[in-house]
């Protein structure tokens, strides 16, 4: 047979209590944010992270970088299931050497059809690819593997 002191017994009843609600205030929150978020279509969306739609694709989105002043190599960084930055902005046919850097547990690929770019990049390995902005509109850029879970980023003409 177990004793537990009833002071034990009573501050334990009270987290529980305070662990139950927690996840009301969670939803709460998020609702907040995605009606937030889903609010201005269109606009051009600065928040550094959650979702946004890339090429008809709802993507997460974790940063954007403005890239028309580098010279030299750009990077981003791959994690499961995202890029970040997400989009990169550059000068109208800039061409950029980017650094990809796999942060991930599993292996990823950036791939650009329109442009031929096709790198896997496997777990805490590295690679490099050449790609030029878009003369005008954004181009898509997306992991084969996940893009279906929004690993999707773009090359946008900077604003
Ligand atoms: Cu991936």
Do not use: W
Not at 2 to 11: E, I, V
Not at 67 to 86: A, L, Q, R
Not at 90 to 95: A, I, L
Not at 131 to 142: A, H, R, Y
């Amino acid at each position: 047979m177990t004793r537990k002191p009833l002071a034990y017994s009573g501050r334990s009843r009270n987290e529980m209590g305070l662990l139950r609600r927690l996840p009301i205030v969670a939803a709460a929150v998020c609702l907040l944010v995605g009606a937030a978020a889903c609010g201005g279509y269109g606009d051009d969306k600065k928040s550094e992270e959650g979702t946004t739609t890339i090429g008809g694709v709802q993507a997460e989105s974790h940063g954007t970088k403005d890239v028309s002043g580098e010279t030299g190599k750009v990077e981003i960084e791959m994690y499961d299931n995202y890029f970040e930055p997400t989009i990169l902005e550059g000068k109208p046919g800039q061409k950029v050497t980017i650094e990809l850097k796999n942060e991930g547990k599993v292996a990823h690929t950036f791939t650009i059809s329109e442009q031929s770019v096709d790198q896997e990049v496997e777990p805490a390995d590295e690679a490099e690819v050449d790609v030029t902005f878009p003369e005008s509109g954004e181009l898509t850029f997306v992991c084969k593997f996940h893009q279906s879970s929004g690993m999707v980023g773009a090359l946008k003409p900077a604003s």
